[in-house]
């Protein structure tokens, strides 16, 4: 089967960096994809991982190890506008999502 | 701008009385999908449609059905809705399979079933 786990929330203060953990089994793996929910709101594609390492877009960065089936959601200097839940989901061979549960982030002032 | 449109935002209906949800998109993508999204939960796969392709999750209801007439619009039909389909309805799309791990959302039906 496929499954992924990631923390259920996180709090963190404004300006630090938070670090949002995923790991997850599957079959047939191309990829990580990270996406952030407000509430109410859509999804909102963030980063794409396929290869080990780290990606960089501005304030985030996601990162990868296929080995180890991990990845991780780097937001650095945290803003109040980044309270949000953030999902990660597997991108399979069979050319789907599957999402994770969701991390609720809640950044204090 | 190119978007995911989604009406209406929100949807009442009674139990057992069929109600259709509409989705279209500017962005001329060739996959669509549906998703379900309850409080607090993760979005799950309903169906997507490859061009015309219908592709049904396994294990989707019966009560759930599609229709994609063109490369515009797609349209989720609920036959029967009850009390335990009440929840977020998302549309989304990506340019082909191959870019899946990329979609872009609407921003929602919120369903009612009372």
């Known amino acids: 089967g496929q499954s992924l786990e990631q923390p259920s929330e996180v709090t963190a203060v404004e300006g630090a960096i938070v670090q949002i953990n995923c790991t997850y089994q599957?079959?047939?793996?191309?990829?990580l994809s990270w996406y952030q929910q407000h509430d109410g709101g859509a999804p909102t594609f963030l980063s794409y991982n396929a290869l080990d390492g780290l990606e960089e877009t501005g304030r985030f960065s996601s990162f990868l190890s296929r080995s180890d089936s991990y990845g991780y959601l780097l937001l650095q200097e945290l803003q109040m506008k980044d309270s949000a839940s953030y999902f990660c989901?597997?991108?399979?061979?069979?050319?789907?999502?599957?999402f994770g549960q969701g991390t609720e982030l809640s950044v204090k002032p | 701008d190119a978007m995911v449109i989604q009406n209406p935002r929100y949807q009442v209906t009674q139990f057992g009385k069929p109600v259709t949800l509409s989705c279209s998109q500017t962005l001329n993508h060739n996959v669509m999908y549906w998703y379900q999204q309850k409080s607090s939960q993760a979005p799950k796969l309903l169906f997507h449609y490859y061009d015309k392709d219908f592709n049904n999750e396994a294990d989707t209801p019966d009560n759930f059905q599609s229709r994609r007439p063109n490369t515009s619009f797609c349209f989720l039909d609920i036959r029967s809705p009850g009390l335990g389909d009440a929840a977020m309805y998302l549309c989304?799309?990506?340019?082909?399979?191959?870019?899946?791990?990329?979609?872009?959302f609407g921003p929602g039906t919120r369903l009612t079933v009372t």
């Open positions: 989901a597997l991108y399979n061979q069979g050319g789907k999502l599957i």
């Open positions: 989304a799309t990506s340019k082909h399979t191959g870019t899946s791990y990329e979609q872009y």
């Open positions: 599957t079959s047939g793996f191309y990829g």
